[in-house]
């Protein structure tokens, strides 16, 4: 079932800095092609999730550094938002804490280890990815959800579709959890995939979390829904979210600000409204829209 998943991932990630714009996190996730491990590479230990930045310098092209110099802290189990212009930098930061990519120079540390000592799969396997663009295969909606994790009872499986509020979906289809769903089966919304993605991540149960938010509009129910799921699954996680909705900024413990000039502001919703610098703008422009 996976082979032909794994070979589809490798050969996208044979171009991952010439193709603009790639962001198939899960993808990744699961490919061997990229980075490689170092010999000496250790298993990484259970993490906390403390992440912390030091100078670090990142480009996807020689001389053309998209991160330069960027100093970060981030403590275990708060929730970051990362607001900014669009193509400031603000998925480059959370990719290069999986390591999709390598920096080329500073450190990213996570408990104070750094990530290029650790063992990819052993790093990778502690962080979870929530994005708009979720990755579903032909077969039933257990098994899309259990690829969270390959282990997971059927209990299991539906209490993490309660907690990604799938289950008024799920009893509403005659067939339930043993729903074919893809190319010849049920055809799902674009909110009610990322339910699936959710109840996957609740399923992994990582201490790092990243959330790539939908900039697609979801009809406001369905966004209440997620990001009533999205909270929950935040909770005790450090959580990194791409910022798009006002309602996650808000409930953010601290609100860091990229632009093409790196890191300019950080602080709490109130503290940079206060402040009526970049964040006071770019908040305006989205309430008035
Ligand atoms: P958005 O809000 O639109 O998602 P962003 O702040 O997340 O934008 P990034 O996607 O991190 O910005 O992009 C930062 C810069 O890096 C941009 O100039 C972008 O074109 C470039 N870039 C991003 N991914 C790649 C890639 N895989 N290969 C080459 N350049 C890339």
């Known amino acids: 079932l996976f082979k032909p998943i794994e070979k589809i991932s490798a050969i996208l990630e044979l171009y991952p800095r010439g193709m603009a714009g790639f962001k198939r996190f899960t993808d990744m996730m699961d490919t061997e092609v990229d980075v490689?491990?170092?010999?000496?590479?250790?298993?990484?230990?259970?993490?906390?999730?403390?992440?912390?930045f030091n100078d670090v310098t990142f480009g996807y092209e020689e001389n053309r550094p998209v991160?330069?110099?960027?100093?970060?802290?981030?403590?275990?189990?708060?929730?970051?938002?990362?607001?900014g212009p669009s193509g400031?930098?603000?998925?480059?930061?959370?990719s290069l804490i999986p390591r999709f990519y390598d920096i080329d120079s500073g450190s990213i540390t996570i408990?104070?280890?750094?990530?290029?000592?650790?063992?990819?799969?052993?790093?990778r396997s502690q962080i979870g990815i929530v994005q708009q663009d979720v990755f579903l295969f032909s077969g039933t909606l257990r098994e899309n959800i259990r690829y969270g994790n390959l282990n997971a009872s059927d209990e299991e499986i539906e209490h993490a579709a309660r907690l990604a509020n799938l289950e008024a979906l799920i009893e509403s289809l005659p067939?339930?959890?043993?729903?074919?769903?893809?190319?010849?089966?049920?055809?799902?919304?674009?909110?009610?995939?990322?339910?699936?993605?959710?109840a996957r991540t609740f399923l992994k149960n990582p201490p790092i979390l990243i959330l790539?938010?939908?900039?697609s509009a979801l009809d406001t129910e369905t966004e209440a829904m997620i990001q009533q799921s999205?909270?929950?699954?935040?909770?005790?996680?450090t959580t990194l979210v791409i910022a798009h909705r006002l309602a996650t900024i808000r409930h953010a413990d601290r609100i860091v600000v990229v632009t093409k000039d790196g890191i300019v502001e950080q602080g709490t919703y109130d503290e940079l409204i206060a402040k009526n610098g970049a964040f006071a703008s770019l908040n305006s422009i989205q309430i008035n829209q």
């Open 175 to 198: 067939q339930g959890y043993d729903t074919q769903i893809g190319q010849r089966g049920l055809k799902l919304s674009g909110g009610q995939k990322q339910r699936i993605a959710i």
């Open 88 to 94: 400031a930098g603000k998925t480059t930061i959370s």
């Open 212 to 215: 790539d938010e939908a900039t």
């Open 230 to 237: 999205l909270q929950e699954l935040a909770v005790n996680r």
């Open 111 to 123: 408990n104070g280890m750094n990530i290029q000592e650790m063992t990819k799969k052993s790093l």
């Open 36 to 52: 490689v491990d170092r010999d000496d590479a250790k298993e990484a230990p259970v993490l906390d999730g403390s992440i912390s």
């Open 67 to 83: 991160l330069s110099n960027v100093n970060l802290t981030i403590p275990a189990g708060k929730t970051i938002a990362f607001v």
